[in-house]
C-alpha cells in the first residue's frame, strides 16, 4: 500500500529523517514507535502531503505524495495530537465544511455525517458550537472529519495524547474498525501499551534514523524481550551503541 | 498554478470563514458599529459639551517682552485681544521669563510717518508653542496695519484716498461643489482605506494566524485543495469585511452630517445659520454626482479596497501569533495611509504617472470624479494599478503558504 524509498527530510541545519526504506502493507493497523523528535511527525507529515521530501520518494497506492498531492489527500485522513476544530462553527459545520472541499455532494456529507454520529456516539452534541467542546469531544470530531471522505490510508499521530480514559478506548475501538473496513491505520506514538494492543506491524524510529520494522512477533523475536516495551528499549540502546562505535 | 484553481473549494472556504467572522460579536462591532457610530457620535458630543464648557472658557492673553520704547501708535496696532506686552530691560530676560515666548526689541527711532529713516522690529522666538506662533502671526498683522496706517495719513495729505494704492484686487468664488471636493474627495478615499483594513483585520487574522494557532491549518491543508484556492477563499472574507466596514464608515459620515446640523442647532443656536452653512459646504452637501460617476467611484472603491485586504492578508499569513500579526498590520495600513496621501499632489504632476501607482490613483481618480472629471483612461489605469497590486499581494501570500517554514512556525 505504501512504498516508501531513500526518503528523508533536512530542515536547515537538521536532519529530520536519514534515508529510510519501508514498506506498508494494506488492511492493517501499523505503528510507529518513536521518542519525542524521533522523526515520526515529520514521517507521516511527509506522507500527508504537506511537506515535501529531501530526497527519496514515497508512494501510497502507487501515487507518488509530491506530484500527486491532491489524490493522495483524496485516500487520505489524518489526525494529530495538536489538531483542533473551527470553534465558532458547530461540530456538523465543520464536517460539511471538510465534505465541501473533500469534494462530496450535500447529500453525501449528510448520509456519512449520521454513520459518523452513530459510530462516533456524537450525535447528542454535533448541532453545539464545537468552542463548547471538551478535548475528547473535539477529538472525535477530528477523527470523523478525518474519515468523513471514507480514506483509504488513516494516519494518526499522537492522536491519543491529551484524552481521558475512555476517550482513548473509543480511538483504539475506532481504529481497530477502520482496520475491519480494510483500511490502513498509521498509528504513531509513544506509549508502547497501546501500540501493543492495536498494531499488526510496527517501525521503530530513533534519532530520524529507521532502526527496526517487522510484525510485532518479528520484533519480539528480534530483540529477545516479551513485551514490545522492553523491545523499543533494547533496540534503541543497540543502534545507540551501534552508533558510538561508527 | 491558476488552471487548478477550484472555485467550488474556494467559495466553501471563503463561506466558512465568513460564517466564522460573522459570528465573533467583538469582531462584528469593532468592524460594523466603530465606523457606523463613532463620527456621528463625536459630531453629537462635541457641540454638547461645547455648549456646557464654552461659556466656562476665558482666553488667556500671550505676554510679549518689549526691550526699548515702542510709539504709542505702534502699541495700539501690536496689541490686540490676544497679547499683552511686559516691559524688558534686555531681550535676553525673556529667554528666562516664564509664559513668554515672544521678545521685541525695539531700535531707538521707530519711523512715525513716511520719509523717515527705516527700521526693524527684531522678534525673539524663544519657543515653537502654537502661542507663540501665533503672536508673531498678530505682530506682523499689526505692524502691517501700522505701515498701513502711516501711508493713509501721507495720501490724505496729498489728497489721495488710501483705496488707489491697490488699483487691481482679486475675489475668490467658490464653485457648486466649493472647497467641499478637496476635502471629500482625499478624506473619504483615506477613511476608506483605514476602515477597510480594520474591517478586514479580524477576519484576516481569523483566517491565519487563529487557524494556525487552534490546530486547524493542518487539516485545511491537509485537504485536497491547492495553497492558492485557501489563499483565495481567505482574501474573498477578508474583502467582504472590508467593504462592509468601508460601506459602514461612508453610512457613518452621511450620519455625522446629519447628527452635527441636529446638535448645532439644538445646542449651539446663536451660531447655527452661520456654522450648519460652513458645514454643509465642508461636507459636501451641495455635491451632485451623476451616475457614471457614482459607478467609477463605486468601482474604484471595490479596487481599493480589495488591494487594501491584501495588504492586511498578506502579514497575517506570514505571522506566528496574533499578537506578530497586529505588529505587522499597523504598518502595512500606513502603507496605504501614505500612498492615499501622496494623491494630494497628483493635481500638480501629469495624472499618467499617478493614476498608474497603486492607492493614490483610486484616491485621485474618486477627488475627480466628485467635480465631475471623469477620465476612461486614468480610471482604467487606476483599477488596473490597484489590481496589479493586489495580484502580487496575493501571491506573494500563496508563496508563504507553500512554505514549509511559514506553515509549521512554532509547530
Given at each position: 500500500m505504501i512504498e516508501i524509498t531513500n526518503l528523508s527530510k533536512r530542515f536547515k541545519q537538521t536532519q529530520a529523517l536519514h534515508p529510510l526504506n519501508l514498506s506498508i502493507p494494506g488492511g492493517c493497523i501499523f505503528g510507529l514507535l518513536g521518542q519525542n523528535g524521533a522523526g515520526k511527525t515529520t514521517l507521516l507529515r511527509i506522507l500527508a502531503t504537506l511537506l515535501a521530501p529531501s530526497t527519496g520518494d514515497a508512494r501510497i497506492g502507487g501515487l507518488d505524495?509530491?506530484?500527486d498531492s491532491l489524490a493522495v489527500r483524496r485516500k487520505m485522513g489524518t489526525v494529530s495530537a495538536g489538531m483542533g476544530v473551527y470553534e465558532r462553527l458547530s461540530g456538523r459545520e465543520n464536517l460539511h465544511f471538510f465534505g465541501q472541499l473533500y469534494g462530496m455532494q450535500k447529500s453525501d456529507v449528510q448520509a456519512r455525517v449520521s454513520e459518523l454520529m452513530r459510530e462516533l456516539a456524537i450525535g447528542d452534541w454535533i448541532d453545539q458550537r464545537a468552542g463548547g467542546y471538551s478535548t475528547g469531544m473535539k477529538q472525535k470530531i477530528v477523527i470523523a472529519r478525518a474519515v468523513l471522505h471514507r480514506p483509504e490510508v488513516l494516519l494518526l499521530d499522537e492522536a491519543s495524547n491529551g484524552l481521558d480514559v475512555l476517550a482513548r478506548r473509543a480511538l483504539m475501538d475506532f481504529a481497530l474498525s477502520c482496520k475491519a473496513q480494510n483500511r490502513l491505520v498509521i498509528y504513531s506514538t509513544h506509549v508502547m501499551s497501546e501500540a501493543e494492543a492495536l498494531c499488526d506491524h510496527a517501525a521503530i524510529l530513533h534519532l530520524g534514523r529507521l532502526i527496526a520494522s517487522d510484525s510485532l512477533p518479528g520484533l519480539l523475536e528480534k530483540s529477545g524481550a516479551n513485551t514490545l516495551e522492553q523491545c523499543f528499549i533494547n533496540l534503541v540502546s543497540a543502534s545507540e551503541r551501534t552508533a558510538h562505535v561508527r | 498554478m491558476f488552471a487548478s484553481l477550484q472555485m467550488p473549494q474556494i467559495w466553501a472556504i471563503a463561506k466558512k470563514e465568513i460564517l466564522a467572522t460573522l459570528r465573533d460579536r467583538r469582531a462584528m462591532l469593532t468592524a460594523t458599529l466603530i465606523p457606523l457610530l463613532l463620527l456621528p457620535l463625536l459630531a453629537l458630543v462635541m457641540p454638547i459639551a461645547a455648549s456646557f464648557v464654552m461659556p466656562a472658557l476665558k482666553l488667556d492673553k500671550t505676554r510679549v517682552g518689549i526691550e526699548g520704547t515702542l510709539p504709542e501708535e505702534l502699541r495700539k496696532a501690536l496689541v490686540g485681544g490676544l497679547i499683552s506686552t511686559i516691559k524688558l530691560e534686555m531681550v535676553a530676560q525673556a529667554a528666562t521669563a516664564k509664559e513668554m515666548a515672544v521678545a521685541i526689541a525695539v531700535p531707538r527711532l521707530i519711523p512715525q510717518?513716511?520719509?523717515?529713516p527705516p527700521a526693524e522690529l527684531v522678534l525673539f522666538q524663544h519657543s515653537s508653542s502654537k502661542r507663540a506662533a501665533a503672536a508673531i502671526l498678530a505682530i506682523e498683522a499689526g505692524v502691517s496695519r501700522y505701515n498701513e496706517r502711516l501711508s493713509a495719513i501721507k495720501l490724505s495729505a496729498l489728497?489721495?484716498?488710501?483705496?488707489?494704492?491697490?488699483?487691481l484686487k482679486t475675489r475668490t468664488e467658490f464653485g457648486k461643489a466649493g472647497f467641499a471636493v478637496n476635502i471629500i474627495g482625499t478624506l473619504l478615499p483615506l477613511m476608506l482605506i483605514i476602515w477597510c483594513a480594520i474591517g478586514g483585520q479580524a477576519s484576516a487574522i481569523e483566517a491565519t494566524v487563529a487557524e494556525r494557532e487552534r490546530g486547524t491549518l493542518e487539516a485545511l491543508l491537509g485537504a485536497p485543495i491547492t495553497r492558492a484556492d485557501a489563499v483565495l477563499g481567505k482574501f474573498i472574507s477578508v474583502t467582504f469585511f472590508g467593504l462592509i466596514s468601508g460601506i459602514c464608515g461612508l453610512l457613518g459620515i452621511a450620519l455625522t452630517v446629519l447628527c452635527s446640523t441636529w446638535a448645532i442647532k439644538s445646542f449651539l443656536g446663536a451660531l447655527s445659520t452661520k456654522a450648519i452653512a460652513a458645514m454643509s459646504l465642508a461636507l459636501g452637501l451641495n455635491i451632485e454626482i451623476s451616475l457614471l460617476g457614482g459607478l467609477v467611484i463605486f468601482s474604484t472603491v471595490l479596487s481599493l479596497a480589495s488591494v487594501m485586504c491584501a495588504l492586511v492578508l498578506l502579514p497575517c499569513v506570514f505571522a506566528r501569533s496574533y499578537k506578530e500579526a497586529q505588529f505587522y498590520i499597523a504598518p502595512s495600513v500606513m502603507l496605504g495611509v501614505g500612498a492615499a496621501m501622496a494623491a494630494n499632489f497628483a493635481e500638480f504632476f501629469s495624472s499618467a504617472v499617478f493614476s498608474s501607482l497603486p492607492m493614490t490613483g483610486s484616491v485621485a481618480v474618486i477627488g475627480d470624479a466628485f467635480v465631475g472629471k471623469i477620465s476612461g483612461w486614468t480610471w482604467l489605469l487606476a483599477n488596473f494599478s490597484n489590481l496589479a497590486l493586489t495580484a502580487v499581494l496575493l501571491l506573494i501570500s500563496i508563496y508563504f503558504m507553500c512554505r514549509e517554514a511559514v506553515i509549521f512556525r512554532g509547530g
Amino acid at each position: 500500500m505504501i512504498e516508501i524509498t531513500n526518503l528523508s527530510k533536512r530542515f536547515k541545519q537538521t536532519q529530520a529523517l536519514h534515508p529510510l526504506n519501508l514498506s506498508i502493507p494494506g488492511g492493517c493497523i501499523f505503528g510507529l514507535l518513536g521518542q519525542n523528535g524521533a522523526g515520526k511527525t515529520t514521517l507521516l507529515r511527509i506522507l500527508a502531503t504537506l511537506l515535501a521530501p529531501s530526497t527519496g520518494d514515497a508512494r501510497i497506492g502507487g501515487l507518488d505524495v509530491v506530484h500527486d498531492s491532491l489524490a493522495v489527500r483524496r485516500k487520505m485522513g489524518t489526525v494529530s495530537a495538536g489538531m483542533g476544530v473551527y470553534e465558532r462553527l458547530s461540530g456538523r459545520e465543520n464536517l460539511h465544511f471538510f465534505g465541501q472541499l473533500y469534494g462530496m455532494q450535500k447529500s453525501d456529507v449528510q448520509a456519512r455525517v449520521s454513520e459518523l454520529m452513530r459510530e462516533l456516539a456524537i450525535g447528542d452534541w454535533i448541532d453545539q458550537r464545537a468552542g463548547g467542546y471538551s478535548t475528547g469531544m473535539k477529538q472525535k470530531i477530528v477523527i470523523a472529519r478525518a474519515v468523513l471522505h471514507r480514506p483509504e490510508v488513516l494516519l494518526l499521530d499522537e492522536a491519543s495524547n491529551g484524552l481521558d480514559v475512555l476517550a482513548r478506548r473509543a480511538l483504539m475501538d475506532f481504529a481497530l474498525s477502520c482496520k475491519a473496513q480494510n483500511r490502513l491505520v498509521i498509528y504513531s506514538t509513544h506509549v508502547m501499551s497501546e501500540a501493543e494492543a492495536l498494531c499488526d506491524h510496527a517501525a521503530i524510529l530513533h534519532l530520524g534514523r529507521l532502526i527496526a520494522s517487522d510484525s510485532l512477533p518479528g520484533l519480539l523475536e528480534k530483540s529477545g524481550a516479551n513485551t514490545l516495551e522492553q523491545c523499543f528499549i533494547n533496540l534503541v540502546s543497540a543502534s545507540e551503541r551501534t552508533a558510538h562505535v561508527r | 498554478m491558476f488552471a487548478s484553481l477550484q472555485m467550488p473549494q474556494i467559495w466553501a472556504i471563503a463561506k466558512k470563514e465568513i460564517l466564522a467572522t460573522l459570528r465573533d460579536r467583538r469582531a462584528m462591532l469593532t468592524a460594523t458599529l466603530i465606523p457606523l457610530l463613532l463620527l456621528p457620535l463625536l459630531a453629537l458630543v462635541m457641540p454638547i459639551a461645547a455648549s456646557f464648557v464654552m461659556p466656562a472658557l476665558k482666553l488667556d492673553k500671550t505676554r510679549v517682552g518689549i526691550e526699548g520704547t515702542l510709539p504709542e501708535e505702534l502699541r495700539k496696532a501690536l496689541v490686540g485681544g490676544l497679547i499683552s506686552t511686559i516691559k524688558l530691560e534686555m531681550v535676553a530676560q525673556a529667554a528666562t521669563a516664564k509664559e513668554m515666548a515672544v521678545a521685541i526689541a525695539v531700535p531707538r527711532l521707530i519711523p512715525q510717518a513716511i520719509g523717515d529713516p527705516p527700521a526693524e522690529l527684531v522678534l525673539f522666538q524663544h519657543s515653537s508653542s502654537k502661542r507663540a506662533a501665533a503672536a508673531i502671526l498678530a505682530i506682523e498683522a499689526g505692524v502691517s496695519r501700522y505701515n498701513e496706517r502711516l501711508s493713509a495719513i501721507k495720501l490724505s495729505a496729498l489728497g489721495l484716498d488710501k483705496a488707489q494704492l491697490k488699483p487691481l484686487k482679486t475675489r475668490t468664488e467658490f464653485g457648486k461643489a466649493g472647497f467641499a471636493v478637496n476635502i471629500i474627495g482625499t478624506l473619504l478615499p483615506l477613511m476608506l482605506i483605514i476602515w477597510c483594513a480594520i474591517g478586514g483585520q479580524a477576519s484576516a487574522i481569523e483566517a491565519t494566524v487563529a487557524e494556525r494557532e487552534r490546530g486547524t491549518l493542518e487539516a485545511l491543508l491537509g485537504a485536497p485543495i491547492t495553497r492558492a484556492d485557501a489563499v483565495l477563499g481567505k482574501f474573498i472574507s477578508v474583502t467582504f469585511f472590508g467593504l462592509i466596514s468601508g460601506i459602514c464608515g461612508l453610512l457613518g459620515i452621511a450620519l455625522t452630517v446629519l447628527c452635527s446640523t441636529w446638535a448645532i442647532k439644538s445646542f449651539l443656536g446663536a451660531l447655527s445659520t452661520k456654522a450648519i452653512a460652513a458645514m454643509s459646504l465642508a461636507l459636501g452637501l451641495n455635491i451632485e454626482i451623476s451616475l457614471l460617476g457614482g459607478l467609477v467611484i463605486f468601482s474604484t472603491v471595490l479596487s481599493l479596497a480589495s488591494v487594501m485586504c491584501a495588504l492586511v492578508l498578506l502579514p497575517c499569513v506570514f505571522a506566528r501569533s496574533y499578537k506578530e500579526a497586529q505588529f505587522y498590520i499597523a504598518p502595512s495600513v500606513m502603507l496605504g495611509v501614505g500612498a492615499a496621501m501622496a494623491a494630494n499632489f497628483a493635481e500638480f504632476f501629469s495624472s499618467a504617472v499617478f493614476s498608474s501607482l497603486p492607492m493614490t490613483g483610486s484616491v485621485a481618480v474618486i477627488g475627480d470624479a466628485f467635480v465631475g472629471k471623469i477620465s476612461g483612461w486614468t480610471w482604467l489605469l487606476a483599477n488596473f494599478s490597484n489590481l496589479a497590486l493586489t495580484a502580487v499581494l496575493l501571491l506573494i501570500s500563496i508563496y508563504f503558504m507553500c512554505r514549509e517554514a511559514v506553515i509549521f512556525r512554532g509547530g
